[in-house]
């Protein structure tokens, strides 16, 4: 990748956190009414709803609200709780860690699954042979594809927490309480990786070089691991980064199924108590992880297919 590709592509990252931090903070402003009094409720004294509107500087100009704002981001001050009082990066970096844990974990069972079973899928394929592999594997993939996260999440704490009793139902607790919130979130991704595993796999079995490798003989499993596998990973790889932001994004819902301690629990309160500081802080580090990833994963394309790089320039 050019230097000057990569240059843009940072450019490109600046403009859009700075759109996002504007967005997070027009949330708080846009919602209709007092928010301040809509944290507190109806029954609290005016004198309350104020004090707290200028403890939070929501008395200021508007300008100067929002300078103050990115001015706290920058520095690592999302501002307090409504409720507790207690400072938004408190509450950021002690749930953080567990949306990672759990997305990072997801995205990398889904490639464990997919990628070999995309790759055997197209070798078993190949040439149109093998219709009724080709027409299970596509209908089982689809279907997988197509049904939601939070609906998996449902189904597994209904059939291995709660009827079967081999995992917990919720909570973080050890290894255990891992399985079935990463099993929710990976089963989607794997299967729509697969889906792109082997089309990418049936491209490079149709190559010449596939061709002059079988003439020698060359060993299938070497001839597919050594070879066609390198070349397929490049698609599959970007496809598996750009999934990590929608698992980080999607896991909200099963993180509140499970209980999850991680920021999509702390979003989902944060909302229903109307403790808009709070959501206000979590949806900007949302924003700001899927940025991050979606940045290593065009800088990393581009180190591994230059083309791509040209092409874009």
């Known amino acids: ?38 944290a507190l409720g109806p029954a609290a004294p005016v004198e309350l709803v104020e004090a707290r509107r200028a403890a939070l500087g929501l008395d200021r100009p ?19 709780s409504f409720l507790t009082g207690e400072p938004v990066s408190e509450v950021i970096v002690s749930r ?6 759990l997305a990072l974990l997801a995205t990398a069972v889904a490639l464990l699954i ?3 079973l995309g790759m055997w899928a197209a070798v078993r394929t190949e040439n149109g042979r093998n219709r009724g592999t080709e027409l299970g594997f596509s209908a089982t993939t689809g279907t997988a594809v197509a049904v939601p996260e939070f609906l998996y999440a449902i189904a597994l704490v209904t059939v291995f927490a709660i009827a079967l009793g081999w995992f917990p139902p919720a909570g973080k607790a050890g290894p255990l309480t891992y399985v079935l919130p990463v099993l929710a979130l990976s089963l989607g991704p794997a299967a729509m990786i697969a889906r792109i595993s082997r089309v990418e796999t049936l491209r490079e079995l149709a190559k010449d070089y596939v061709r002059l490798a079988r003439a020698k003989r060359l060993p299938a499993a070497r001839l597919h691991l050594r070879h066609v596998l390198p070349n397929t990973l490049t698609a599959t790889l970007t496809v598996g980064g750009l999934l990590l932001t929608s698992l980080i994004a999607g896991g ?16 989902v309160e944060s909302i ?3 403790d808009y500081p709070v959501a206000q802080g979590v949806i900007l580090v949302y924003g700001a992880l899927v940025l991050v990833v979606n940045l290593a994963v065009d800088l990393v394309l581009g180190a591994l297919d230059p083309t791509s790089a040209i092409k874009e320039a």
Do not use: C
């Open 272 to 274: 229903t108590q109307k």
């Open 1 to 38: 990748m050019t230097r000057r590709l990569g240059v843009r592509r940072l450019v490109r990252f600046a403009v859009s956190l700075g759109v996002l931090m504007v967005v997070s903070f027009a949330m708080i402003h846009l919602i209709p009414g007092d928010p301040v009094r809509a």
């Open 114 to 116: 997919a990628v070999p």
């Open 62 to 80: 508007l300008p100067e609200q929002l300078l103050t704002y990115v001015t706290g981001v920058v520095t690592g001050d999302f501002g307090t």
């Open 96 to 101: 953080l860690p567990n949306t990672l844990s």
């Open 252 to 267: 909200v819902l099963v993180e509140y199924v499970f209980a999850w301690p991680g920021l999509g629990l702390k979003i």
